[in-house]
């Protein structure tokens, strides 16, 4: 097993700005594609951003110009910084990663967004 821990969740203001952060730990020889995902409350699990080991980035088209997603391969930590963020956001976001070609899922941190 391989935990993805994820902080940086929380409440803000429309237009205002958070970062997530997804720590991989335990015994690891590979990562491949890491991600994040978001669920809003009576919605399906939807894709956020994914970023391969070499930097390929993809993202959709709702958060576009608006969120980044990075990595740190020696850290095997992936973030998601969230700018301009809109009430429509809100949303447990999921980090995800596949490591040593096993797919895992980390346990969700709530994003608030306010009017």
């Known amino acids: 097993q391989v935990p993805l821990v994820e902080s940086g969740g929380g409440l803000v203001q429309a237009g205002g700005s958070l970062r997530l952060s997804c720590a991989a730990s335990?015994?690891?020889?590979?990562?491949?594609?890491m991600g994040w995902y978001r669920q809003a409350p009576g919605k399906q699990r939807e894709l956020v951003a994914t970023i391969t080991k070499g930097g390929s980035t993809n993202y959709a088209e709702s958060v576009k110009g608006r969120f980044t997603i990075s990595r740190d391969n020696a850290k095997n930590t992936v973030y998601l910084q969230m700018n301009t963020l809109k009430p429509e956001d809100t949303a447990v976001y999921y980090c995800n990663a596949d490591v040593n070609f096993r797919g895992y899922w980390g346990q969700g941190t709530q994003v608030t967004v306010s009017s």
């Open positions: 335990g015994r690891i020889f590979s990562i491949a594609v």
